[in-house]
């Protein structure tokens, strides 16, 4: 006992020092902070036809290419460092010819791949395709010095080039199905080095240092494997592997570290054999509104090159990004916003807000970065473990897999209520209430919902009636009265099955707030019962090419009786109803016995911590959630603002071309088929919008996905599907387990 006291308490000081709001966090934002400088292109107007860009020796060359109807169009440009000189080459290509791999020398020449192919389907039994590649060279003019042919003799007739690089003597080296060859300045082939049956010839990383890295994956570690590579031989040795997710990172030459590995998240810098990667940009820190930098080229230790697209104009931009020394940034009160992934939303408006407050700053703790290839679940854990242990970022981003409910009874979050009260600029009647609702707690609103999802069953209303809700007693009846060979729902399994009545109406058989549960209950042995009649598992031969040709008319032909939906907006309503059904439909939900079997799923959903020293800058962050100018953005789902979802319908019942809240015109066009057949479905009617909100507004069931419940009920009602037990007990046995974890987690 004495040890796992022991090992809390230093789980307690090790989250405390790492995460807390104290000076090291504060020191830690500027430490990884860039200035960033974008480049001026003024040749190229549409930013967005940059495909790539490299630098050599005192200049830059940007590529990227123009489609027209008739051609097509690669540019580059060339530009120095110093901006002393700026031009631009255009090389025109016809529609059957596409440049790949497009680079430059040392010299200022190009090399590319140049593909070509010829079509002609005039006569269907008489197909024409011929296709041809080759290594191609120009001057700096985009005039050809030479042109190679890349097919060999012998080799079948598909052929494709995995990549081409130009190696640090000069030569260039070509990867294909076949192997690896060599090609000197003039195009002469000098070694061709044969792939062997059982190895990839992977993508091809050269270090500053020379040395050459083969990167591909491997099946046998589930994760990419970096092997250095002998160029003249092909042969691999050594094989290093980057901590964490490798997939999760783009990989480029460094300076001062062998990689610089890029993540939604950063720039990391790597040394083959090293245990850990080292943090050197954060974008966050670095007020970045961008989710990821491109192509990164370092000029040195300090100093990188690299693309970007904004995320709030959209565009490309080719940036120059400098470290800030950090006596440079301007201090600031750190608050520490907790999520496992994060999303674009949160992303951009945390840059936002560090741009234009004066007094706080945010600092995002990603607890997904610590997830592994072998485990995605090592952040989750963690976050809770910190949870568990007492630590709470002042800003938490909800995740359904966490108990919050176990959270809110020990007193973790804030109540929100009294700040949205003294907000002058905000008034709860302005909302749904029955979201608002849904996240109370004993009267106290804990958690902040701006933007929703329904989860829901839908069926025709000929088949469940009119009126949302239900019990399995009645669906029974309903299937008593259909033909035999009859589903309920289309290729759902009992697992899936026991995760739907988990996450849609677990409500009824656990009360977190009194701890009481009833998984004793007669109504539990009833779902236990129903959900023996699913399948372990479908074998593949029972969804033949019939089944899937006449897979969306399943509904349509009452060969199926309900469907799992995700209500997320007026059109999705609309094109089931209109679409899958074809007929009107009832929100029915899942069969439940308080009748209460749909659920809010929240598209966000943040708290603030009880114990933040910082709860007014915390406040000013979540707040702008709540106003019109995020609840007027949201495109998908459903906005917390009433009045920002009346503007939604009254854009989905137009059947005109209009411009929407966001300056798009739109023409309405939704299309539902059947087979080969297009049914057209008409725009939304004024009685079916109000037909959604009438059931938006009664459903009051938060959705939640708790592992570790749906893991002991799985394994519990195992012996009864197996016929080893009866219901009775093993609902006993559920109950039993499921108030012992109940009573550890309140």
């Given at each position: 006992m004495k040890k796992i006291v022991g090992l809390l308490a230093a789980i307690m000081v090790l989250?405390?020092?790492?995460?807390?709001?104290?000076?090291?966090?504060?020191?830690a934002t500027k430490e990884h902070v860039y200035r960033m400088e974008e480049v001026s292109i003024e040749e190229v107007e549409d930013k967005n036809t940059i495909s790539d860009y490299f630098l050599r020796e005192d200049a830059l060359y940007i590529i990227g290419y123009n489609w027209m109807?008739?051609?097509?169009?690669?540019?580059?440009?060339?530009?120095?460092?110093?901006?002393?000189?700026?031009?631009?080459?255009?090389?025109?290509?016809t529609n059957n010819q596409y440049m790949g791999s497009l680079t430059v020398d040392d010299e200022g020449n190009y090399y590319c791949v140049l593909n070509e192919y010829f079509e002609d389907n005039s006569d269907p039994e008489n197909y024409v395709w011929e296709e041809n590649y080759y290594l191609l060279k120009m001057d700096g003019e985009g005039n050809e010095l030479w042109k190679q042919s890349l097919k060999g003799e012998g080799e079948d007739s598909y052929y494709g080039v995995n990549w081409m690089k130009i190696l640090g003597d000069g030569r260039i080296a070509i990867a294909d199905a076949y192997g690896l060859t060599l090609y000197d300045t003039q195009g002469n082939v000098l070694k061709k080095v044969k792939q062997e049956e059982d190895s990839y010839m992977g993508d091809l990383i050269q270090l500053?240092?020379?040395?050459?890295?083969?990167?591909s994956y491997s099946s046998e570690n589930n994760k990419y494997m970096l092997q250095k590579m002998d160029i003249e031989t092909g042969e691999k040795s050594e094989e290093y592997y980057v901590p964490g997710i490798s997939s999760m990172y783009s990989y480029f030459p460094g300076i001062s570290h062998d990689l610089l590995l890029v993540s939604n998240v950063g720039v990391y810098g790597y040394n083959l054999g090293d245990e850990e990667v080292t943090e050197l940009m954060n974008f966050i820190d670095s007020d970045l509104n961008a989710s990821y930098v491109y192509s990164i080229v370092p000029v040195s230790e300090t100093e990188f090159y690299g693309m970007i697209n904004d995320n709030l104009t959209g565009n490309t931009v080719l940036m120059k990004f400098t470290?800030?020394?950090?006596?440079?940034?301007?201090?600031k009160k750190i608050l520490t916003l907790g999520c496992n992934g994060i999303g674009w939303d949160i992303r951009n408006q945390v840059v936002q807000f560090n741009k234009t407050n004066e007094k706080y700053r945010i600092q995002i703790r990603d607890y997904s970065q610590y997830n592994t290839d072998e485990d995605y679940t090592v952040g989750l854990t963690r976050l809770n473990t910190d949870i568990a242990s007492g630590y709470v970022p002042d800003i938490l981003v909800m995740d359904t897999s966490l108990p919050v409910e176990s959270y809110i009874s020990k007193g973790l979050f804030e109540d929100l209520y009294g700040y949205i009260d003294k907000d002058e600029e905000l008034n709860k009647e302005d909302y749904f209430q029955n979201i608002l609702r849904a996240y109370e707690s004993n009267g106290k609103l804990y958690q902040l919902v701006p933007s929703f999802s329904i989860f829901t069953v839908a069926g025709k209303t000929s088949d469940v009636g009119a009126e949302p809700g239900w019990t399995l007693e009645e669906l029974n009846e309903v299937m008593a009265g259909k033909p035999e060979g009859t589903l309920i729902?289309?290729?759902?399994?009992?697992?899936?099955?026991?995760?739907?009545?988990?996450?849609?109406?677990?409500?009824?058989?656990?009360?977190?707030?009194?701890?009481?549960?009833?998984?004793?209950?007669?109504?539990?042995?009833?779902?236990?019962?129903?959900?023996?009649?699913?399948?372990?598992?479908?074998?593949?031969?029972?969804?033949?090419?019939?089944?899937?040709?006449?897979?969306?008319?399943?509904?349509?032909?009452?060969?199926?009786?309900?469907?799992?939906?995700?209500?997320?907006?007026?059109?999705s309503y609309n094109y089931m109803k209109k679409g899958t059904f074809g007929v009107d439909i009832t929100l029915k939900g899942f069969p439940a016995e308080d009748r209460n079997g749909s659920t809010i799923i929240p598209n966000l959903d943040l708290v603030m911590a009880a114990k933040s020293k910082h709860k007014e800058g915390a406040w000013e962050f979540m707040r702008y959630f709540l106003m019109d100018e995020y609840q007027n953005s949201i495109s998908y789902g459903w906005p917390l603002s009433l009045a920002r979802v009346e503007t939604m319908a009254e854009e989905a019942m137009r059947t005109e071309p209009y411009e929407d809240s966001f300056g798009n015109m739109v023409g309405y066009a939704?299309?539902?088929?059947?087979?080969?057949?297009?049914?057209?479905?008409?725009?939304?009617?004024?009685?079916?919008?109000?037909?959604?909100?009438?059931?938006?507004?009664?459903?009051?069931?938060?959705?939640?996905?708790?592992?570790?419940?749906?893991?002991?009920?799985?394994?519990?009602?195992?012996?009864?599907?197996?016929?080893?037990?009866?219901?009775?007990?093993?609902?006993?046995?559920?109950?039993?387990?499921?108030?012992?974890?109940?009573?550890?987690?309140r």
């Amino acid at each position: 006992m004495k040890k796992i006291v022991g090992l809390l308490a230093a789980i307690m000081v090790l989250s405390l020092t790492a995460c807390g709001g104290g000076s090291e966090e504060s020191k830690a934002t500027k430490e990884h902070v860039y200035r960033m400088e974008e480049v001026s292109i003024e040749e190229v107007e549409d930013k967005n036809t940059i495909s790539d860009y490299f630098l050599r020796e005192d200049a830059l060359y940007i590529i990227g290419y123009n489609w027209m109807e008739e051609s097509r169009e690669t540019y580059i440009v060339k530009k120095k460092l110093d901006g002393s000189e700026s031009s631009m080459v255009t090389l025109t290509l016809t529609n059957n010819q596409y440049m790949g791999s497009l680079t430059v020398d040392d010299e200022g020449n190009y090399y590319c791949v140049l593909n070509e192919y010829f079509e002609d389907n005039s006569d269907p039994e008489n197909y024409v395709w011929e296709e041809n590649y080759y290594l191609l060279k120009m001057d700096g003019e985009g005039n050809e010095l030479w042109k190679q042919s890349l097919k060999g003799e012998g080799e079948d007739s598909y052929y494709g080039v995995n990549w081409m690089k130009i190696l640090g003597d000069g030569r260039i080296a070509i990867a294909d199905a076949y192997g690896l060859t060599l090609y000197d300045t003039q195009g002469n082939v000098l070694k061709k080095v044969k792939q062997e049956e059982d190895s990839y010839m992977g993508d091809l990383i050269q270090l500053t240092d020379g040395t050459i890295l083969n990167m591909s994956y491997s099946s046998e570690n589930n994760k990419y494997m970096l092997q250095k590579m002998d160029i003249e031989t092909g042969e691999k040795s050594e094989e290093y592997y980057v901590p964490g997710i490798s997939s999760m990172y783009s990989y480029f030459p460094g300076i001062s570290h062998d990689l610089l590995l890029v993540s939604n998240v950063g720039v990391y810098g790597y040394n083959l054999g090293d245990e850990e990667v080292t943090e050197l940009m954060n974008f966050i820190d670095s007020d970045l509104n961008a989710s990821y930098v491109y192509s990164i080229v370092p000029v040195s230790e300090t100093e990188f090159y690299g693309m970007i697209n904004d995320n709030l104009t959209g565009n490309t931009v080719l940036m120059k990004f400098t470290k800030v020394d950090p006596k440079d940034v301007v201090d600031k009160k750190i608050l520490t916003l907790g999520c496992n992934g994060i999303g674009w939303d949160i992303r951009n408006q945390v840059v936002q807000f560090n741009k234009t407050n004066e007094k706080y700053r945010i600092q995002i703790r990603d607890y997904s970065q610590y997830n592994t290839d072998e485990d995605y679940t090592v952040g989750l854990t963690r976050l809770n473990t910190d949870i568990a242990s007492g630590y709470v970022p002042d800003i938490l981003v909800m995740d359904t897999s966490l108990p919050v409910e176990s959270y809110i009874s020990k007193g973790l979050f804030e109540d929100l209520y009294g700040y949205i009260d003294k907000d002058e600029e905000l008034n709860k009647e302005d909302y749904f209430q029955n979201i608002l609702r849904a996240y109370e707690s004993n009267g106290k609103l804990y958690q902040l919902v701006p933007s929703f999802s329904i989860f829901t069953v839908a069926g025709k209303t000929s088949d469940v009636g009119a009126e949302p809700g239900w019990t399995l007693e009645e669906l029974n009846e309903v299937m008593a009265g259909k033909p035999e060979g009859t589903l309920i729902f289309a290729r759902e399994t009992r697992a899936s099955m026991l995760q739907y009545s988990i996450q849609m109406s677990s409500g009824q058989f656990i009360n977190w707030e009194t701890g009481e549960c009833k998984y004793n209950s007669d109504a539990f042995i009833q779902l236990l019962e129903f959900l023996k009649q699913f399948p372990e598992q479908y074998d593949d031969g029972d969804y033949n090419d019939e089944f899937w040709r006449s897979y969306d008319s399943l509904w349509r032909d009452d060969k199926v009786l309900l469907s799992i939906s995700y209500l997320d907006g007026f059109p999705s309503y609309n094109y089931m109803k209109k679409g899958t059904f074809g007929v009107d439909i009832t929100l029915k939900g899942f069969p439940a016995e308080d009748r209460n079997g749909s659920t809010i799923i929240p598209n966000l959903d943040l708290v603030m911590a009880a114990k933040s020293k910082h709860k007014e800058g915390a406040w000013e962050f979540m707040r702008y959630f709540l106003m019109d100018e995020y609840q007027n953005s949201i495109s998908y789902g459903w906005p917390l603002s009433l009045a920002r979802v009346e503007t939604m319908a009254e854009e989905a019942m137009r059947t005109e071309p209009y411009e929407d809240s966001f300056g798009n015109m739109v023409g309405y066009a939704q299309s539902y088929f059947v087979g080969d057949v297009e049914i057209k479905i008409d725009p939304i009617t004024k009685e079916e919008v109000d037909d959604v909100m009438n059931f938006i507004m009664s459903v009051d069931r938060p959705h939640t996905y708790d592992e570790n419940l749906i893991n002991i009920i799985s394994e519990e009602a195992a012996p009864y599907f197996s016929g080893q037990k009866n219901a009775k007990e093993v609902a006993d046995i559920i109950q039993s387990r499921v108030q012992i974890y109940v009573n550890e987690n309140r």
